[in-house]
Nanobody
């Protein structure tokens, strides 16, 4: 059974930085796609950053230049470095992983940015 375990997050003042990590265990097939999403109260889930193959990376316009996704293909982990955080970044952040015929989510981590 594939499981995703998240770590990191917390509370920070505007302008600060946080790092999120997500480790995948139990995957018996290649992980094709890993991503970070976020969901703020009353809002739809938003795709924040993603990476498939090395060099194939994307980030949403709302975090471009501030957030960086990095994936360790050997360790099956993905991280999200978040710099210059803004109150609008406050949300529950979830990692996801997709392989052949499966897709799983992490449990979610709260990130709170105060002004």
């Amino acid at each position: 059974q594939v499981q995703l375990v998240q770590s990191g997050g917390g509370s920070v003042q505007a302008g600060g930085s946080l790092r999120l990590s997500c480790a995948v265990s139990g995957a018996t097939t290649r992980i094709d796609f890993m991503a970070w999403y976020r969901q703020a109260p009353g809002k739809e889930r938003e795709l924040v950053a993603w990476q498939s193959e090395p060099g194939e990376i994307g980030v949403s316009d709302s975090v471009k230049g501030r957030f960086t996704i990095s994936r360790d293909f050997a360790k099956n982990t993905v991280s999200l470095q978040m710099n210059s955080l803004e109150p609008e970044d406050t949300a529950v952040y979830l990692c996801s992983a997709t392989g052949v015929l499966w897709s799983e989510w992490g449990h979610g981590t709260q990130v709170t940015v105060s002004s």
